[in-house]
């Protein structure tokens, strides 16, 4: 099997949320089966480190899509001619933007509806176009993966006519380097980082959808 997937989170240094998730999730995808080819489609130039297996083969597609224009652009123009001309059996969206106009069955990655309940907080050009298009994303996937039993229902409270088995579950991982630190351990990082006290720690952005006034609370 061919498997096409976007990857234009993948960013050299410069990894963030949605990039961590595409790169730990690929990594393992990849290596765990080596019996498909894996097609990266990259918007930039982007790193060897990132072709984690000889089953990868990588392509630059223009335009950078960094902006609303260049999305629709991307999506919807470059991206389905891309699809036809190497003929994948699937496309896998990790970041949760898809095309409309490609012909190639999509699983699609939803990571929340923020846009939704925090509009505010989106600029005006992005918010339009998440209005207009995710729900047209959502409904026309093939098959939807939500990180959380909450975005699932969130989806099917907003589009109630997708059918529930269309949408599967799969919960954010731990990368390798997350573990719980023996007792000898903790009492030195604590001693360097918090004058010996207890301490949470957050890893995340500091954005008023992420909640973080109530962890500090």
Wanted: hydrophobic share 40%; glycine share 4%; net charge positive.
């Amino acid at each position: 099997m061919r498997i096409a997937v976007s990857t234009r989170f993948l960013i050299p240094d410069q990894l963030e949320g949605v990039g961590w998730f595409t790169h730990e999730v690929l990594r393992r995808i990849v290596k765990s089966h080596p019996e498909h080819e894996f097609l990266f489609i990259f918007d930039r130039s982007y790193s060897p480190k990132v072709i984690f297996s000889s089953n990868v083969q990588a392509v630059r597609l223009p335009p950078q899509a960094r902006h609303p224009f260049l999305w629709y652009a991307w999506f919807e123009w470059s991206l389905p001619i891309l699809l036809k001309k190497y003929r994948p059996d699937v496309f896998f969206s990790p970041d949760g933007y898809t095309s409309l106009r490609a012909k190639v069955p999509t699983a699609m990655v939803v990571h929340d509806l923020a846009y939704v309940h925090f509009p505010e907080q989106v600029p005006k050009l992005t918010k339009k176009y998440y209005q207009h298009f995710i729900p047209r994303y959502l409904k026309n996937v093939d098959q939807l993966v939500t990180v959380s039993s909450f975005v699932k229902k969130d989806i099917l409270s907003i589009l109630p006519s997708i059918p529930p088995e269309k949408i599967s579950v799969a919960c954010n991982g731990v990368r390798e380097g997350f573990r719980p630190l023996k007792e000898e351990e903790a009492q030195l990082v604590k001693t360097q980082f918090s004058q010996g006290q207890d301490y949470f720690f957050y890893i995340g952005a500091v954005h008023p959808r992420k909640n973080v006034h109530r962890l500090i609370q």
